[in-house]
């Protein structure tokens, strides 16, 4: 694809209507939908936003507080405004769509105090016609020689009103929550975070929140909230002010006080803004991969390329095995892995994920030995990692390695390369690495700079050795996956682990639709649907999964993910005529659409397999049983499809009849339309091959 940029100066839309000592400078995005006016007020710096002639973002100030220097508050002015556009499309490499248009119009300004020290910064506005981001740009400066420490960053979003608001708490170590929904006013981060209802350490600072945040205004609009390109900084959390609808960046700390350690020159990520009128388009928006850089590792498809996968997994979370060789019940052997090797090349899935393959598990929560226990290099003697990667490679089945750090980063970082070297001598080209527990060093926590800077290592020493990187325990996706494709996948969700522990932990059936209009949002979720054995019975009792299994296929469209998992025990999978949807199923894309959706009820995707004509439709519903009729006006007109239409049955019931499914056949074009009626908690799965 031919990439175009033209860099114009939009004069029209440079406007100024301040008075004579203080100028705003106004950026719309290119269909002059989203306004951003700038301006100082009593020295501060502040923006507003409004969309379709509504002020959406009130008056928001920015700043930053410092180590040894004076908080970067006040005496400030703009000066050297200057605008320009860009209209080009890029190629993502894998992902949910091929082409992806990146038009904005941007606004450069630089802040400079007024006063010794006389610091200054270009702040940079690009807008989009489905909102904005902006960010900080210090340049190198007398004023800031050596270290620069970031106390706080005191980036303002103002809002207009009691918005409705899909919220999860502002922890610092972890984003396996449920989402929240209430109005702004009653956010309460903190009476929400339940004790020992997650792996890992917890803290929650103040009433705060993580992002992506979603919203809807009682007029209709959809905001998100959330960053992009997060290099070398600190997550950033949102302290909510319930009494005045405000919110201030309140980034992730350590136990120092240090928010962020740098020195200049250095940009800040970008504050992200998502603003449409359909929910839908919310997912469609490409504001967070547009915001970052382009591809910096070319192209790695001759080592990574989307795909499904089995696992020796799902056992572990259902106790039917275990990670650890001395409980006696350890069942990552060569035997299953082969069993599994079998299966995946019978049914065209191109990997398997093999955890408890290695030492350590005996004491890997064990806070005396998790520091030293892994060496991610030595098998345990069931099992054979060579004669496990050449049956695979025999098969056409690729390995995905576990490493499973127990958060003892430190010992993971000076142990990483021998481990990474050790997968490209193996011809292993994908890992799925895990951090569960507190951070070692003690004092850093899962979403500060520090492991933002791990969680990069990871994807560089990735590169290096042709390994793609899929994280659990992750830092959130700020749409990095543009400029290093290895990047592939993460969890930073509550996945579908939680279901098969403890009854009380199953996530509700309203999970799954907010999920994909918020955490969705920031990139793509390891997420490990397709359970069809949903009761977990004989393994687990009195303790259902709250989905359908016609909902379990629409994960495969619905979840946005270039590898997807089927979960489930193989038993389970065995003379399904379900498990063809997840044979046809692919994992790379044309194009996506979101046919139609609103927060935490339902949400209906369709996608284009990348390089053919055939599509996928997948949707799902909460509690409330959804009637739907699919129209079929997306596909193109004049061709004839082969339908498989996969939906939930007259008795299907979340709980009582879950595995009841309708699956049927037929031809149809783009004239036609699908009843698909989903149950409560339910879903359906159509696929449509061009004849
Ligand atoms: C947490 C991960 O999310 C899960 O998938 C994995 O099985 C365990 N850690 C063990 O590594
Ligand atoms: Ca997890």
Sequence with gaps: MKNMIIMLFAAAILAACGGEAERTWVVTSPDQQVEVAVFTQAG????????????TIDTSYMGFEFRGQEPLTGNMSLTNGQLSSADETWEMQWGEQREVKNQYNLLKLTVKETAAPSRVFDLVFK???????????????????????????????NLTGDHKVWWIPGDWDIYEYLYNTTRFSEIDAISKF??????????????AVNTPVTMKTDDGVYLSFH?????????????????????????????????????????????????????????????IVNLNDPNELGDISEWFEPIKYLGIWWDMHLSTGTWDYASGKHIATTEYAKELIDFASENDLKGILVEGWNTGWETWTDPEMRDTIFDFTTPYPDYDI?????????????????????????????????????????GIHAVKTGYVGAVIPEGEYHHGQWMV?????????????????????PIKATGKRRTYPNEISREGVRGQEYNAWAAPSASPPEHLPIVAFTRMLGGPIDYTPGIFNLSLKPHKEDHPIFSTLAQQLSLYVVINSPIQMAAD???????????????????????????????????????????????????????????????????????????????????????????????????????????????????????????
């Design 44 to 55: 501060k710096p502040a923006y507003t936003v409004s969309y379709k002639g509504n002020v």
């Design 127 to 157: 807008v989009y016609d489905d909102g904005l981001g902006f960010r900080y740009e210090f340049p190198e400066q007398a004023a800031m020689e050596g270290d620069v420490v970031i106390t706080d960053e005191l980036t303002e979003f």
């Design 194 to 207: 339940v004790e020992g209802d997650h792996l890992g350490q917890t803290y929650i600072p103040e009433n």
């Design 227 to 287: 960053e992009a390109d997060l290099t070398d900084y600190a997550g950033m959390t949102l302290k909510v002010d319930t009494d005045n609808f405000g919110m201030i960046s309140e980034l992730v700390g350590n136990d120092s006080g240090i928010k962020v350690k740098t020195s200049a020159p250095f940009v800040t990520p970008w504050r992200t803004i998502q603003i449409t009128d359909r929910a839908g388009d919310l997912i469609e928006s490409n504001l």
């Design 386 to 426: 060579e004669e496990v990667v050449r049956y695979g490679k025999e098969k056409g089945v690729g390995l995905i390695m576990h490493h499973e750090t127990s958060a003892a980063v430190s010992r993971y970082e000076e142990r990483m390369d021998t481990a990474y070297q050790m997968m490209e001598k193996l």
């Design 453 to 473: 800077n791990h969680y990069q290592k990871t994807v560089d020493y990735g590169a290096k050795y042709k390994v793609a990187i899929n994280m659990h325990e």
């Design 569 to 691: 025990l193989i038993q389970y999978y065995k003379d399904q005529p379900a498990f063809q949807f997840i044979r046809d199923v692919p994992v790379n894309w044309e194009q996506t659409r979101i046919i139609d959706g609103e927060i935490g009820d339902f949400v209906i995707t369709a996608r284009q397999e990348r390089g053919t004509d055939n599509w996928f439709v997948g949707g799902l519903t909460d509690e409330n049983p959804k009637p739907y009729t699919l129209e079929l006006d997306f596909l193109p007109e004049g061709k004839t499809y082969k339908a498989i239409i996969y939906k939930d049955a007259e008795d299907t019931h979340y709980i009582d009849n879950p595995t009841a499914i309708d699956i049927s056949e037929r031809e149809v074009t783009a004239d036609d339309e699908i009843v698909v009626d989903m149950t409560a908690a339910g879903g359906f799965a159509v696929s449509l091959m061009e004849q």
